[in-house]
């Protein structure tokens, strides 16, 4: 699991039918001080997560198709949690 923020949604009209009525959204993974790490992610929401908010993303295939509960569908990136705070100690 990694720390990244919501950048943007997509629109697919056709998709795979057991994605149907899925929100995508492409997301940025960010490093522990907050600045972009790689490239960007297109993946899976589970939340409803909006542009602009922190989540947790899984790129694991089949963490997010468990964290989906969408059967079998290929997915490889699901966003599972929406961020309230993050602390690190010193």
Avoid: Y
Wanted: no cysteine.
């Amino acid at each position: 699991m990694q720390i990244a923020r919501v950048v943007g949604t997509v629109v697919a009209t056709q998709k795979n039918a057991k994605l149907e009525g899925a929100k995508l959204l492409l997301v940025q993974p960010l490093d522990p001080g907050g600045a972009a790490k790689g490239p960007t992610v297109l993946a899976i929401d589970s939340v409803d997560a909006g542009i602009g908010d922190r989540v947790l993303l899984v790129q694991d295939g089949k963490a997010a198709i468990q964290a989906l509960g969408r059967g079998v569908a290929a997915v490889d990136a699901a966003v599972v949690g929406v961020i309230d705070a993050v602390e690190m100690g010193a």
